[in-house]
Each structure stands twice: as C-alpha cells, then as structure tokens.
C-alpha cells in the first residue's frame, strides 16, 4: 500500500482509491485503520462492494 501511495503522489494524484468485497470485514478494518475512508457501498456485476478512498498528503524533501 506505501508503494502503491508513494507512486500515486509522484504522479500528481490528490487520492487514492480502492474497492473490496463486503465480506473482507479484516480488510476493511485494516484499510480504515491506514487512514482510508469508506465512500459508498454497491453492488456492481453481481458483487457487494466497499469503496474506499484516501487523500494523500505531499512529502517534503
């Protein structure tokens, strides 16, 4: 996940975003734990899902 942030910030991006099945209740908590935040929940091709998303702040040299 530092990875996928550190990429995200180098590139320009303000936020990041993910999405996972609403079963994952490990992940979600895991996720909101790092500082994500849950968006929405729905149901897309037959699949509960939890939308997250996180606002990345820019590192300082």
Do not use: C
């Not at 609403?22 to 979600?28: A, C, F, H, S």
């Amino acid at each position: 996940m530092a990875l996928a942030e550190q990429e995200s910030r180098k590139q320009g991006y303000s936020d990041i975003q993910l999405y996972t099945h609403v079963k994952m209740t490990e992940n979600i908590a895991m996720y909101l734990k790092m500082g994500w935040t849950e968006t929405s929940r729905r149901s897309v091709d037959g699949f509960d899902r939890v939308h997250m998303s996180k606002a990345l702040t820019p590192t300082t040299i």
